[in-house]
């Protein structure tokens, strides 16, 4: 039997409009999903579900672990990896209108959703698979709990946002920076303050703990190698260049668009010093300490665009609770800022697939894979069909092993002693010495695979795939047939 519909002049409830926009909005990007290749970072995530663990050298587990199980249950295809990236958006959207309603109204949290879905970050993140999609999803479930505990005076939602905690924690480190954040909620508040004499806080933190338990076990297995890629080596990389905070900024208002971006960052500052309202403390407590933690760190380290995507969340809703106690002196703003996001977001959809829109040529990520994987699978079937492949960098080996016919493992440049990152744990490249083998390089990772003319004997180059962009160069693959020698004895860094 069909639902009852609502009687005659009487509106949908706010939260089943929010739903239908999400729903839609889901559908359209999951419909997109399968029209254009993965990038090669999602390639790259996909080989990491291909190789399953307890986690990966470079990320924590969650969406390698969301893709294995798409892929499991409905076989392998761009779309059907891309459904990670749309369920943990649909995990996203719950508790951001849960959490607005809640310290907003059921309005005001309508029109934060309907402004999130045009923004440039979250309608990507609909489509597009990275482990940002279970960090924000996971730090807004936790943002949540946190409301709730407080406004509920029920401690026990604590444990809950711990849990959330350790999930946040399994899509990226920076997860584990939700934990001072709630501890300060706490701290400021003398309902939290009474809770924090009791059990909740701390047996939340405890389970966020085991939660991320998988990731400590990988690396006490496997040399603490993550930590110290994440902790180590990325600490040594630092040094000053004031020129990157120009980037930093350039970068971020990219992410959600110009205005909006501006937007953003007066509401933390106002929400800042309104911290005496409930509302306007726990957004900034959510929004501010990581944005002032890459402000800080963007001079001395590049701070990449997503980086900071966790803050824009609740930075959104302290923007619309300004918004709505004076709707009227900031119609106009709103207006052009929803605008303009939607304008981006548009143009940034129709990109891939509209190749005579303005866009740097050298940028486009999706261009000329399927065109190289048709000509290496043409090189292969020459000798065979079973001549193993190496990419110079992960990105060429991953997005080849995805788009060949078969699926082939592949191998990155660690087969000539540089790093691999995930591909170090995977396949030893020593059991390809004495093979001749296909070396792919892409021109954008021209400084990888350096000492292929020492590995291998011979090095028999091949025709170069130019691929091009509406007449302007993307870039040069450049092929050898080697007789690969197997690695260098010492690592070459």
């Known amino acids: 039997m069909a639902p009852p519909s609502p009687s005659p002049g009487r509106a949908l409830p706010d ?54 199980a798409f892929t499991l249950l409905l076989g392998t295809s761009e779309r059907v990896v891309r459904l990670a990236a749309a369920a943990w958006s649909a995990v996203f959207c719950l508790f951001f209108f849960l959490a607005g309603r809640r310290l907003l109204g059921g309005r005001a949290a309508l029109a934060a959703v309907a402004m999130m879905l045009v923004t440039p970050f979250f309608s990507l993140g609909q489509t ?19 409301v709730r505990a407080l406004q509920d005076e029920r401690p026990a939602w604590l ?34 303050r009474r809770m924090l004499a009791g059990p909740w806080p701390w047996l939340g933190a405890l389970l966020s703990l085991v939660v991320f338990s ?43 668009s110009p205005i909006l971006f501006l937007v953003l960052l ?23 300490p990581m944005m002032a933690l890459w402000i800080v760190v963007s001079p001395f380290h590049w701070v990449k665009m997503n980086w900071a995507v966790p803050v824009y969340p609740t930075a959104l809703l302290a923007a619309v609770a300004f918004y709505m106690a004076r ?14 996001a939607a304008f981006s977001t548009l143009f ?7 190749p005579s829109l303005p866009f740097p040529a050298r940028d486009d990520t999706t261009a000329g894979w399927r065109e190289l994987a048709a000509r290496v699978d043409v090189e292969r ?95 040069t693959f450049r092929l050898w047939r080697c007789g690969y020698l197997g690695p260098p004895e010492k690592p070459v860094r």
């Open 15 to 68: 939260a089943a409009v929010a739903f239908l926009l999400v729903a839609f909005s889901s559908l359209m990007h999951v419909a997109y999903a399968g029209m254009l290749p993965l990038t090669p970072q999602e390639s790259y995530y996909w080989q990491y579900a291909r190789h399953p663990a307890l986690s990966y050298f470079d990320h924590p587990p969650a969406a390698a672990w969301t893709i294995r």
């Open 128 to 146: 597009i698979i990275t482990p940002d999609g279970p960090l924000v999803a996971a730090w807004v479930a936790a943002f949540y709990f946190t």
């Open 159 to 192: 444990l809950a946002a711990g849990l959330a905690t350790g999930v946040a924690a399994l899509g990226k480190y920076t997860g584990f920076l939700l934990l001072p954040q709630i501890l300060l909620a706490l701290l400021l508040d003398p309902r939290g």
């Open 214 to 256: 998988p990731v400590v076990i990988w690396n006490a297995t496997h040399g603490w190698a993550s930590f110290g890629f994440q902790f180590g080596k990325r600490g040594q990389e630092m040094h000053l260049e004031p020129v990157l905070v120009g980037r930093f900024f350039g970068l971020q208002a990219l992410v959600v």
């Open 266 to 288: 007066a509401a933390m500052v106002a929400a800042t010093r309104r911290w005496r309202d409930e509302t306007m403390r726990l957004c900034a407590l959510f929004s501010v």
């Open 327 to 340: 709707p009227a002196r900031w119609r106009g703003l709103m207006i052009a800022t929803v605008s303009l």
């Open 348 to 354: 940034l959809t129709l990109m891939p697939i509209v």
């Open 381 to 475: 079937r020459a000798t065979g069909g079973e001549l193993p492949v190496i990419g110079c960098f992960y990105r060429t080996a991953s997005t080849l092993a995805f788009n060949l016919p078969g699926r082939p493992e592949t191998w990155s440049s660690n087969a000539f002693g540089e790093p691999g990152l995930a591909y170090d744990f995977w396949r030893d490249p020593r059991e390809l010495a004495g093979r001749e083998v296909l070396l792919v390089l892409d021109d954008r990772d021209a400084g990888w695979c350096r000492t292929r003319a020492e590995r291998c004997a011979p090095l028999v180059p091949l025709a170069p795939l130019e691929v091009k962009r509406a007449g302007n160069r993307v870039t």
